[in-house]
């Protein structure tokens, strides 16, 4: 469609988006020359004061809250040109790529080619914080403030599962009418992504008895061979036309080949679309028996993320987006992923859209890119999802104090019930982040 056949609002939005074209293909080249690998926090200073340079002069009041061992947060709040009291909504990113400091000068130089833009974290997702600052800019620049105050929020663990940033994410998510994450998009016709799977690590520790091999076999119990018929039966839970997968994915036990070995691990990861198949393949996790005499099996949970699940306020979220996008002319998609992100946390808590980042591809693999075309269109759309009011994604149990919070994620085998999930769901789709 024609930009001159758009509805007036639309129309403003992508021109101004347009005209920004190449001002954002800069920042983001500049963005990812500051490299900032997750695992040294002190790289994340610089990204993070670039953007809270940005934000500082949009009218945003910016505060860096440092972290422990990672490299903190950057949150930004509006001013009051933004409205400061109004009911706000949290626009969610991460500075940290998997991409260790010196990449962009050997294997992954910034480069151009062909409408594209390569080069470390570009795509996972650096250009979804190009987005979130042109956005705002847009909507400042034209003089239309949202009903909806912005905050930014920018963590920089998101690529180690956000140890630390996880709590003031939580803290956020409790008190905001909704929630857009900056992830990348979902293919290459920018598909949102309305459902990302769960995932849990288990630890599974064998106990049996050691013995000589060759003197006195039957005074021993292998712990190996009670694991082997386990791992069987772990990879049988699994339902993977629902969704539902475990993975195996590394062992060790024994010690020598003449030894019956006294114990042996392994290390599982399991998938799941809802909360209530996450707890069904816990209690089943938890109720495994060994079938060799004298060994013994405790498995514990190391990790876990929910599901971001198509619940009703999200699909509400979802719809409104849906509808306000074509008055950019934009058709919007929509994905279910197999990674996590941020957004899985927040969805407990509020409405919540992911994959409003950059279109593009190969995130966490050398060839990483973003389409440059992209930028002001995912800018634009940003900006008027900003403007959607209140009320768009209200139902019962969203944020900001509309109804009954969901509890605390709870002791182990014990999450917080879903909220009655709508079957209508996004079709299933290969991909992800972590
Ligand atoms: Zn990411």
Redesign the pocket.
């Known amino acids: 469609m024609g930009v001159e056949r758009l509805p007036p609002l639309g129309r403003r939005l992508l021109e101004a988006a347009r005209v920004r074209g190449e001002a954002m293909a800069g920042l983001l080249e500049e963005l990812a020359a500051l490299e900032s690998p997750s695992d040294v926090p002190e790289s994340q200073v610089p990204v993070q004061g670039r953007l809270a340079e940005s934000l500082r002069r949009l009218g945003f009041h910016v505060r860096r809250l440092p972290g422990r061992t990672r490299g903190g947060v950057l949150l930004a709040l509006p001013g009051p040109d933004w409205g400061e009291n109004a009911p706000r909504q949290l626009l969610l990113g991460?500075s940290d790529t998997v991409w260790p400091s010196g990449t962009a000068a050997s294997v992954m130089p910034i480069r151009r080619e062909g409408g594209r833009l390569l080069g470390p974290g570009v795509f996972?997702?650096k250009a979804?914080l190009v987005l979130m600052v042109f956005a705002l800019e847009i909507l400042r620049d034209l003089d239309l403030p949202p009903a909806v105050a912005p905050v930014v929020l920018v963590n920089s663990d998101?690529?180690v599962g956000s140890p630390e940033s996880a709590p003031v994410i939580r803290r956020w998510a409790r008190r905001v009418e909704r929630v857009y994450v900056l992830?990348?998009a979902s293919g290459p016709d920018g598909a949102l992504k309305t459902a990302r799977k769960g995932v849990a690590r288990y630890r599974v520790e064998v106990r049996g008895r050691s013995a000589h091999a060759g003197l006195e076999p039957e005074k021993g119990a292998s712990a190996v061979l009670a694991l082997a018929s386990l791992i069987q039966e772990i990879h049988a839970l699994g339902e993977p036309a629902e969704g539902t997968t475990l993975n195996v994915g590394v062992v060790g036990g024994g010690s020598r080949a003449n030894v019956v070995p006294g114990e042996a691990w392994a290390l599982v990861d399991v998938r799941f679309a809802t909360e209530e198949t996450g707890r069904a393949i816990h209690r089943r996790l938890r109720g495994l028996r060994t079938s060799v005499p004298g060994t013994s099996v405790v498995v514990h949970r190391e990790s876990l993320v929910p599901p971001l699940e198509p619940t009703p306020r999200n699909r509400a979220l979802w719809e409104a987006a849906r509808v306000a996008a074509r008055d950019l002319g934009l058709r919007l998609g929509e994905a279910a992923v197999g990674g996590g992100?941020d957004g899985n946390l927040t969805s407990r808590y509020t409405a919540t859209l992911d994959g409003l980042g950059a279109v593009g591809g190969g995130?966490h693999a050398v060839h990483e890119f973003v389409e440059l075309a992209s930028l002001p269109e995912r800018a634009a759309l940003l900006a008027r999802l900003l403007l959607l009011p209140p009320w768009q994604a209200r139902t019962p149990g969203s944020g900001n104090g509309a109804g009954p919070l969901p509890p605390e994620p709870g002791p182990p085998g014990d999450p917080p019930p879903a909220a009655p999930g709508a079957k209508a769901g996004p079709a299933p789709c290969k991909g992800g982040?972590r």
């Open positions: 991460h996972d997702m979804g998101e690529e992830e990348p992100s995130a982040q």
